[in-house]
């Protein structure tokens, strides 16, 4: 009878296991489906396979700084040359008109009479007369000081907005910036500078190649990447096991306590006392103390060294053997026939 119900227990707690087991498959298999993500990740960071690949470029601002306000400096510079080489009228004329500036300044707010007022709008026309006369005169001096100001006035704004940057250049906008850049056939003309093109992305155009070389080498940090299969971490999710699966875990969970439990739960059916029940708790719990307590470790232990002892005798011999035959095949001092 005993024996009876040992394999009841046993096949009972089997079916507990079993049970429990194939909804954790079940559950893990819908979390890799459902959770299954992408990640980017350096590239020295995981031997996972490459999905695709991609560069970080990175600027910093302290760095780009200096370089910013150097080009600032020499594009007033140029202005200010500039405006040294202005015809002797254009020189004249600006030098009049500063004159003019400071003493309108001055008697600003004083009262005149309406006399006075006519003469000055009189006179504020001829000088506007003769500035489109200098303009006319002129129109290419003009035009390079349009363009001087103009360029002086974005670098001191590109100073003033300076700030750190990043830029993602994937592998198939490399691919298009080269076939974009291609020459015909035929055609004289080099490909195009990707370099320079990811640098006027990251707001750094407009500086000289050395200046663009310079700020390539000290502030633009080239991280690759790799775009990866990421899976989910079972071992953080697994606490949503119970509740996602909450049938077949409650199931396999009752079915491991009834075969755990059996002998206690026939005893209380059949008898009806909960003091035998104790009883018979008390001691299984005392013979199970006093099996643990005569269980021969150093036996036990003894034994497995044994087993993985010889486990290792069998697979280095397996290994040595194997170099030995590559070793010959590869041996300097065989003859090989004639190689026709």
């Not at 498959?25 to 890799?32: C, E, P, T, V």
């Not at 018979?280 to 002892?309: C, D, E, P, Q, W």
Request: positive net charge; contains cysteine.
């Amino acid at each position: 009878m005993r024996i009876t119900v040992s394999h009841i227990r046993l096949c009972i707690t089997v079916l507990g296991c079993a049970v429990l087991a194939g909804s954790l498959f079940d559950w893990a298999q819908a979390l890799r489906a459902s959770e299954r993500g992408y990640a980017w990740v350096a590239i020295n960071y995981s031997n996972a396979p490459a999905l695709e690949t991609a560069e970080i470029w990175q600027a910093s601002a302290n760095c780009e700084r200096p370089y910013f306000v150097r080009a600032a400096l020499q594009s007033k510079a140029r202005l200010k040359s500039y405006y040294d080489l202005a015809p002797d009228e254009v020189r004249a004329w600006r030098n009049r008109s500063t004159r003019n500036e400071k003493s309108a300044a001055e008697q600003r707010g004083v009262y005149r009479v309406a006399s006075t007022a006519e003469q000055d709008g009189r006179r504020h026309n001829a000088e506007m007369e003769y500035e489109a006369r200098l303009h006319a005169q002129h129109a290419e001096w003009y035009a390079t000081v349009y363009k001087l100001e103009i360029q002086a006035s974005q670098w001191e704004q590109r100073l003033n907005n300076v700030s750190d940057q990043k830029v993602i250049i994937g592998e198939a906008t490399r691919k298009s910036f080269e076939a974009s850049s291609t020459p015909a056939a035929g055609s004289a003309s080099t490909n195009g500078n990707f370099d320079g093109h990811v640098l006027s992305l990251l707001g750094l155009g407009g500086f000289s190649s050395d200046d663009e070389k310079a700020i390539e080498a000290d502030c633009v940090q080239i991280t690759p990447v790799k775009k990866i299969l990421e899976n989910p971490s079972y071992l953080t999710e697994v606490w949503r096991w119970p509740v996602d699966r909450a049938a077949a875990f409650a199931i396999g969970l009752e079915l491991v306590l009834i075969g755990l439990l059996l002998v206690p739960i026939i005893i209380w059916l059949v008898t009806g006392d909960p003091d035998a029940v104790k009883r018979y708790m008390r001691r299984s719990v005392r013979r199970l103390i006093a099996r643990a307590r005569t269980f021969h470790k150093n036996k036990f232990v003894a034994g497995s060294l044994t087993v993985t002892r010889s486990f290792l005798v069998r697979a280095r011999d397996f290994l040595m053997t194997r170099l030995k035959h590559g070793a010959a095949e590869t041996s300097p001092n065989m003859t090989f026939g004639p190689l026709y």
